[in-house]
Nanobody, 117 residues
């Protein structure tokens, strides 16, 4: 099993920044992808950004140019730096980890991000 613990959420004003962290522990696959998803009330959970063990990244169109995902493999931790936040970014942000063959898939408990003045 793998446990994922997110941190860094909170309330921020429009135009502000937040940095989310997700620390993995347990039986972590040697090669994996770590990703951030978000879910706003009444909406589906959507992928925001992802990063592989080798550092390959992917972003949703809404995140490109504003968000940056990074990863510290030694600490089994991924980070999501979010800049120029807007109220549309308000959601619960979830950390996700899966192995190469997607036979193992894990989720964190989520962290609330609220963008409001």
């Amino acid at each position: 099993q793998v446990q994922l613990v997110e941190s860094g959420g909170g309330l921020v004003q429009p135009g502000g920044s937040l940095r989310l962290s997700c620390a993995a522990s347990g039986s972590i696959p040697s090669f994996s992808t770590m990703a951030w998803y978000r879910q706003a009330p009444g909406k589906q959970r959507d992928m925001v950004a992802s990063i592989s063990t080798g550092g390959n990244t992917g972003y949703a169109d809404s995140a490109k140019g504003r968000f940056n995902i990074s990863r510290d493999n030694a600490k089994h931790t991924t980070y999501l730096q979010m800049n120029s936040l807007t109220p549309e970014d308000t959601a619960v942000y979830y950390c996700n980890l899966y192995n190469v063959r997607r036979t193992r898939n894990y989720w964190g408990q989520g962290t609330q991000v609220t963008v409001s003045s």
